[in-house]
């Protein structure tokens, strides 16, 4: 197990080395200068723009170059935004955690929903409740998450009012925004109106989370219910049962952690998927978060702001995905015998 | 006294041309305290008997008998769920693969303790918790694994196949069945684990009475203390019998055919063909009528297109037209 650890922490961090030279080299591929891609500083500065140059080695070979680069993105200096002047690492931290705030809730939800219908599903195979079920999280997963987005805003926002159209809180509540995540900043802060901007921050969450889990919650209904379906055929399931222990016992000790096995691997590449739907969702949502940050950075030609934040999402996604793994080796002991067995 | 009673058992699955008897009218007698052998080729509806007993059933076989009774209930007028109830209480089942009988991601330790009843815990919650370990086990021990720790700790796939079916065999013990029903359970071991497992079981059978139904394939290698051996073909019963009566003077060219086709009675010359029972097993959906060895059968006749009842010389019974030796006073 501890030498698995290593070998993934470090594909890990060469990944995201890997990742660093590839911003690199796009700095040097957009249009326009390539100092002023990397560190925000437009010629037109003067001082600060040769001053620049010192620091980024500009003279000098690609090598120096690269290292200068690295060194900056180590030490949390991103460059500056070129439209705002604002650092970019200090304005990503708060998107990332509005960002995290959404993607948990989500997962959270498709996790505590999805798992006891698709085994609900599994068990009543072919019943009328399994087709009802997978009937609605294939349609549900056939739609796409812009218009699901588009189509929830109009009926709950627009005609329903149960909930505002965008945003994350009414901005009359004067929360400051510390970590991003609204929740732990209204619960951080001194406001004498904490519990109705905790409610106003819940009014402005549901939907957007709710859209968001749409596409993880269908498919894990259905990778449970496959994978439950499968174990319920397996040897052990039919001698448990021949031993007379009771059907929820049965479901509980022995088919859950070994349907969960299925489902846990899965997890990695649904927080993937989560992460290219949540782009979307925060730019119709309006949500403050990494993802809507950059699609505006797009449309202004923010060279900065866009890779800072391709950057933590990426790196985002790789963490989450190694730390799946890891948690996947340690909980189901035969998969780290066929990590060693098989080689 | 029987035990369990079976008469007349049939499953039937639907087929393309109507329906298909797996197992066709097979009767079974088990006495208490009794080790009784049924062998069979692969195929021949020897799991599916055990399958139909336990009530592992698939909801496509269709299962009738005139009688199919466990003690004083009548399995068949049971629901599931009561049924359930009396054969996880009283029966046990080991398996020929036992790897594949125990959860992969759950510790032998964990499915151990699980299997014993909790009526026979003493004490509150962490007087039982330790009450359940040290039985746990003391069934270990019972199966003959001195090193508990290692092996309550472990999980199955660290485990070789005969210490597999040991802890299987010990999971089914645990509530002290009094059946134990044996499916090929050393088919895939070597000779010194199989004897090691036999003699395990025929400890179990003297010890404390219960019975043990063994499921084999061959003739040559049951148990020393079998009381009974039922041969099976094709899902039909061909001859029931003492391992004496079958071994010394078999009545159904069937057993016959199994006793010169074993390897253990040659002394036939170098580079002479081997016996074997001419043509194969037919296949589910071409099953001949009457007796089902007939097309394979060196001594059939025309009578045998209608199937024989089951006859019985003393304890000796048969289902065959034309036996192997003159038999006079049989009913």
Request: net charge positive.
């Amino acid at each position: 197990m501890i030498r698995y650890s290593i070998r993934r922490l470090l594909l890990l961090l060469i990944t995201l080395w890997l990742l660093t030279v590839l911003m690199f080299v796009l700095h040097h591929l957009f249009p326009g200068d390539t100092l002023t891609n990397m560190s925000g500083i437009r010629q037109s500065d003067g001082v600060a723009y040769q001053q620049a140059q010192q620091h980024y080695a500009m003279p000098q070979s690609w090598l120096s170059q690269y290292w200068q680069f690295f060194l900056h993105l180590l030490h949390g200096d991103w460059g500056q935004s070129l439209v705002t002047q604002r650092g970019v690492f200090a304005d990503i931290m708060p998107q990332l955690g509005a960002t995290l705030e959404l993607t948990i809730m989500a997962m959270t939800l498709s996790l505590v929903i999805g798992v006891p219908m698709g085994m609900y599903a599994a068990v009543q195979q072919r019943g009328p409740l399994d087709r009802v079920i997978m009937g609605v999280s294939l349609s549900a997963y056939s739609i796409p998450a812009f218009w699901l987005a588009q189509l929830a805003l109009l009926l709950f926002a627009v005609k329903l009012g149960w909930a505002p159209i965008s945003g994350q809180l009414n901005p009359l509540f004067n929360i400051t925004p510390v970590t991003g995540s609204v929740i732990i900043d209204i619960l951080l802060s001194d406001s004498p109106y904490r519990g109705a901007a905790l409610k106003d921050a819940l009014q402005h969450l549901w939907l957007p989370v709710l859209v968001l889990s749409s596409i993880p919650l269908t498919m894990l209904i259905r990778i449970t219910r496959n994978a439950t379906l499968d174990v319920l055929q397996q040897n052990y399931l039919r001698a448990a049962r021949s031993r007379g222990l009771s059907e929820s016992r049965i479901m509980v000790k022995h088919v859950m952690p070994n349907a969960m096995q299925v489902i846990v691997r899965q997890l990695g590449l649904q927080f993937s998927l989560l992460m290219s739907n949540i782009i979307i969702i925060e730019t119709i949502f309006n949500w403050p978060g990494i993802g809507s940050s950059l699609i505006k950075s797009i449309y202004e030609r923010d060279y900065p702001v866009m890779l800072g934040g391709l950057f933590t999402l990426a790196a985002l996604i790789l963490l989450v995905n190694v730390a799946v793994e890891l948690y996947h080796a340690w909980r189901y002991p035969q998969v780290r015998k066929e990590l060693y067995a098989e080689r | 006294m029987n035990i369990l009673d079976i008469r007349n058992l049939t499953i039937e699955i639907d087929g393309d041309n109507g329906p298909i008897r797996l197992v066709d009218k097979l009767s079974l007698q088990i006495a208490e305290g009794e080790i009784h052998t049924l062998v069979g080729e692969s195929g021949s509806g020897k799991s599916l008997l055990a399958k139909a007993i336990l009530g592992f059933i698939n909801p496509r076989w269709r299962v009738t008998a005139d009688r199919l009774w466990w003690r004083h209930y009548d399995l068949l007028a049971l629901n599931p769920e009561q049924r359930r109830v009396v054969t996880g209480r009283d029966m046990a089942m080991i398996f020929q693969n036992p790897g594949s009988y125990l959860d992969p991601n759950a510790s032998i330790g964990a499915q151990l303790q699980e299997c014993i009843p909790s009526g026979d815990l003493k004490g509150l919650y962490l007087r039982r918790r330790a009450d359940r370990k040290t039985r746990a086990e003391r069934l270990l021990h019972r199966v003959g694994i001195k090193d508990h720790d290692a092996v309550m700790q472990a999980y199955p796939f660290e485990l070789s196949d005969g210490v597999a079916q040991k802890v299987s065999i010990a999971m089914a013990i645990a509530h002290n069945p009094k059946l134990l029903i044996a499916d090929e359970p050393t088919t895939a071991m070597e000779p010194q684990t199989r004897s090691q497992i036999y003699r395990l079981l025929s400890k179990l059978n003297a010890s404390q009475g219960m019975s043990v139904l063994m499921i084999t394939q061959d003739l040559t290698a049951i148990m020393p203390e079998t009381k009974r051996i039922s041969m099976v073909y094709c899902g039909q019963l061909m001859e029931v019998g003492t391992p004496q009566q079958l071994l010394e003077q078999p009545l159904h060219p069937y057993t016959e055919a199994m006793l010169s086709m074993s390897l253990a009675n040659h002394n036939t010359p170098v580079k002479t063909r081997l016996p074997t029972l001419g043509g194969s097993i037919p296949t589910m959906a071409n099953l001949p009528i009457g007796c089902r060895l007939g097309p394979r059968c060196q001594h059939a006749r025309r009578a045998c297109i209608d199937t024989p009842r089951l006859r019985k010389l003393k304890q000796h019974q048969f289902a065959c037209h034309y036996p192997l030796i003159e038999v006079k006073n049989y009913d």
